[in-house]
């Protein structure tokens, strides 16, 4: 647990000690901020007509503010995620520090758990500025902590899906650039997935559409821990994280 | 301390190593030597457990590479050909971060850190980022990386590749200084460095291991195969034949001149007396004597003369004259070969040369 994190603080440092972090960080404070704003927009607009005596649907900050906002991250995740984790492995192979890490008294999945650790808490820094923007709504209401809490979560464990991936895909080249357009590849095709498959009923809409990342996010959005969802998830980091360790392995063995 | 059996390892078609075998007492400073390309890098890296052998064996410390990978690498430390730091980190940062995942443990780590900042001469810089160093320093940096956790045995590299003869002098002081309880394993293309510090030489050509030796050894194996270059003003016919007549010269062969003067390289059986016996014939008929000095063997030469039996490695000598091996040699020897002091061009200002026979003076000294 030692070697996990020494290399996952030294993969943040690293982030803090280039632009990376704080490019990402402000970037995704806009865009948070954006999608935080025009929700609370048409809530606002919403609230409105209905006091000059539209006919109206019950309205609560938890359907209207928070579960959207909080479904857009997906799409934040899908551009942001892919610069978090596109140099992890493939700056260190192209510079030779990978040699360094190989040849230190480390185990192959404490330096890829290390890695993804790090990637993990850059994207909770993320977590904690979208917080503070939700927080002006509990000034003003009293939003369901309880389901906020839960939605956040869900955001943990999506987000490290998707940078459980991003790692992967960086372990298979020296060349960032590659990396990153590879998984933005992948994320965009986990993505469109369920769409293109929305209404089909067949074994293959529905393997697609369980397949697909986003999805699994709408009940967490909601509040709800479902079983199946959360395996998903958790599966899922499972899998890119073994993906990644095999590939680190094969690393030596091609060489 | 190293051991080395049937080691032999192929990529894809390729053999990089055919077969090693060796070993490496505790305290030793051993020298790999070879062309680029002759399976130095693999071999270290097996040793480190960087790549898998595909067949052999290999131990550091009585642990086997392959079954025990995190024992082997606890023991040894690597510098790997271009020194593996992060340009971001600052050299105090990147070497608690070495420190830490080499298994020191947390209490003890700055101390070593300031020992090893101490060790490799790097206070001035401490608080750095490595970006922003010279090359010299980045080498040092991977030197102080390399023995952070106090490793029994030490692997470089070519730890000089690519520094100025003053940093590549205080890093050959750095590796002398820390021989006696460390295990040295370097690897070089120079074979004046090699000579200069290491206890026995590995010699590795094509993958295969050609010789192990001490120094004295194989330069006494190699004695008697020396070739002088002369540059003389006096008529080429009289020359070569009077050349020739001098006791010990085996065969002298014309290289071509300028300004009225030829240069020739003269191949010796021994090199004791015989230089002045050369300018003594030069002086005595007259002509004039503007250069005398050994050619530095390029190791092709060397790997000629150690493999082929005497009678071959004779004749290979006098069919290919030195000034073409040392053209198809990659490497570089410290000192011009023949071919490159032949190459000068004309125009040349003789100060070129004084400057290569200083470096040659540093490189011997």
């Not at chain 1, 000059?52 to 906002?69: E, K, L, S, W």
């Not at chain 1, 994207?123 to 906020?148: E, G, K, Q, Y």
């Not at chain 2, 290979?316 to 570089?332: I, K, Y």
């Amino acid at each position: 647990m030692r070697n996990v994190w020494t290399i996952a603080s030294r993969e943040l440092r690293s982030y803090f000690a280039s632009p990376i972090a704080y490019i990402l960080l402000a970037m995704f404070s806009l865009i948070f901020g954006y999608f935080f704003f025009s929700a609370v927009a048409i809530f606002v607009d919403f609230a409105s007509r209905g006091q000059m005596g539209m006919q109206m649907p019950p309205m609560n900050v938890d359907q209207f503010i928070i579960q959207p906002t909080l479904g857009n991250f997906s799409i934040i995740l899908l551009f942001l995620s892919p610069m978090i984790t596109m140099r992890l492995f493939a700056e260190e192979k192209r510079s030779g520090t990978i040699e360094l890490l190989l040849t230190s008294p480390v185990r192959d999945f404490e330096i890829i758990f290390g890695k993804w650790l790090a990637a993990v808490l850059l994207f909770a820094c993320m977590l904690a500025i979208s917080m503070l923007n939700l927080a002006v709504i509990f000034l003003l209401s009293t939003p369901d902590w309880r389901a906020l809490l839960v939605g956040y979560l869900g955001l943990l464990l999506m987000g490290g899906t998707f940078l459980a991936i991003g790692a992967f895909i960086s372990t298979l080249t020296k060349n960032q650039i590659v990396a990153g357009a590879l998984t933005f590849g992948a994320f965009l095709l986990l993505w469109v997935l369920d769409w293109v498959n929305a209404y089909s009923t067949s074994t293959v809409g529905k393997v697609c559409q369980y397949i697909a990342i986003a999805p699994h996010f709408e009940q967490f959005s909601k509040g709800v821990i479902e079983l199946k969802d959360t395996v998903y998830y958790l599966s899922a980091i499972g899998l890119g994280l073994f993906l990644s360790k095999r590939s680190l392995e094969s690393l030596r063995w091609r060489a | 301390m190293i051991k080395v059996e049937r080691l032999t390892k192929r990529y894809g078609p390729t053999l990089a190593v055919k077969d090693i075998t060796f070993e490496v007492e505790k305290g030793e400073i051993v020298g790999f030597l070879g062309p680029n390309g002759a399976g130095k890098t693999t071999t270290m890296r097996i040793l480190t457990g960087f790549l898998p052998p595909t067949s052999g064996t290999a131990s550091v410390a009585g642990h086997d590479v392959l079954e025990e990978p995190l024992e082997v690498k606890k023991h040894i430390g690597y510098l790997p050909e271009s020194p593996p730091v992060y340009p971001e980190m600052p050299v105090e940062g990147y070497l608690d971060f070495v420190g830490r995942l080499k298994g020191i443990p947390s209490g003890e780590v700055n101390q070593r850190v300031d020992s090893v900042v101490e060790g490799c001469a790097l206070g001035d810089v401490r608080q750095k980022l490595i970006g922003q160093l010279s090359k010299g320093y980045r080498q040092r940096v991977g030197l102080a990386q390399a023995l952070i956790h106090d490793p029994a045995v030490l692997i470089f590299d070519e730890p000089t590749a690519g520094l100025d003869p003053k940093q590549i002098a205080e890093v050959r002081q750095l590796i002398h200084d820390l021989s006696g309880d460390h295990t040295i394993i370097l690897s070089t293309h120079i074979l004046s460095e090699v000579q200069s510090i290491a206890s026995r030489i590995i010699i590795i050509n094509d993958g295969k291991l050609e010789a192990s030796d001490t120094p004295q050894n194989l330069m006494a194996r190699m004695r008697g195969h020396e070739s002088l270059l002369i540059e003389i003003d006096g008529p080429p016919e009289d020359v070569e034949e009077r050349l020739l007549a001098v006791e010990g010269v085996n065969g002298v062969s014309r290289k071509n001149g300028h300004a009225g003067r030829t240069s020739w390289s003269v191949e010796t059986s021994k090199d004791a007396v015989i230089r002045s016996d050369l300018a003594r014939v030069v002086v005595e008929s007259g002509w004039g004597l503007y250069e005398i000095r050994p050619i530095g063997m390029s190791l092709e030469d060397i790997f000629l003369k150690l493999t082929a039996s005497e009678d071959a490695a004779e004749a290979a000598a006098q069919d290919e004259p030195v000034a073409e091996a040392g053209a198809d040699s990659p490497d570089e020897t410290e000192e011009p070969t023949a071919s490159e002091a032949a190459a000068l061009p004309q125009e040349e200002p003789p100060e070129e040369q004084e400057e290569s026979s200083k470096q040659e003076g540093a490189a011997a000294s």
